[in-house]
């Protein structure tokens, strides 16, 4: 392990987070994400595609969900104090990153990583001796990540990256990697459990009724089983489990 600085202590830091749909950071790690921001670091959030098929809502377009998902994720960057600006979008489609062309997937991954040359990548867990098992675009954000952090530190790589844009080579060397089977590391959120569950519930078009008839707000009965939850959940012990990796490239 690079670095043994406690993830939730760090401060003053760069944090680039690799997401494949708008709503994975609200599930996976809108806890420890709060906490970045309250202690200071900078919190970039990247999407790689739009989320623009999950919905059962007949009368649903592509189009609409893109624009409702984009608002939907800002809502709830915003309850952690992710502002608009530091959320960049791929713009792939929803369930079909697989079959974006590879290479110039890796080096949008890399690019980015030159430019913000983070102290810190959270993503999902590519597994640590073996592929894990995620749905497709998952699977691709997780290895796309790590392909684009190794191949950001080598200059032959994307050379166009230093030949027109100046953008220097950088090398990752603290990952936190969430969704893992081998989690090593755990971060305590309780203390920001109800940001969590907020983050959570701005996703609307993503649960409950609207799900199956878009809506863009929650039922009365739905905003009151949020209440609940919130209520229920303070005081109790939450936490937030990463596999903290390294370089090894
Ligand atoms: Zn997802």
């Known amino acids: 392990m690079a670095n043994d600085e406690k993830l939730e202590e760090m401060t003053g830091k760069t944090i680039l987070v690799f997401c494949a749909h708008p709503d994975d950071d609200s599930f996976y790690c809108a806890g420890t994400l709060a906490k970045l921001v309250k202690n200071n670091n900078k919190v970039i959030m990247v999407f790689y595609t739009n989320g623009n098929k999950g919905s059962h809502d007949l009368e649903m377009t592509s189009e609409r969900l893109a624009k409702i998902r984009k608002q939907e994720e800002e809502s709830a960057c915003e309850v952690i104090g992710i ?80 030949l027109y844009e100046n953008l220097m080579p950088f090398m990752v060397k603290d990952f936190f990697f969430f969704a893992s089977k081998e989690p090593n590391y755990e971060v305590d959120v309780s203390d920001v459990i109800e940001l969590k569950l907020l983050s959570q519930s701005k996703h609307v078009s993503q649960q409950g009724s609207a799900h199956y008839k878009y809506s863009p707000t929650m039922t009365e009965e739905e905003q009151e089983e949020l209440k609940k939850r919130i209520e229920d959940a303070k005081g109790k012990k939450h936490v937030e489990r990463f596999r903290r990796g390294g370089t090894d490239y």
Request: hydrophobic letters at 40%; aromatic letters at 16%; charged letters at 25%.
């Open 83 to 162: 502002k608009p600006e530091n959320i960049i979008w791929m713009g792939y489609d929803d369930g079909e990153l697989e079959y974006a062309n590879p290479k110039e997937l890796c080096g949008k991954t890399a690019r980015l990583i030159r430019m913000y040359r983070p102290d810190v990548v959270i993503s999902f867990d590519p597994g640590r001796f073996f592929r894990q098992w995620h749905k497709t675009d998952h699977s691709m954000a997780a290895f796309n990540t790590v392909d684009g952090a190794r191949a950001a530190a080598y200059h032959l790589y994307f050379p166009e990256h230093l």
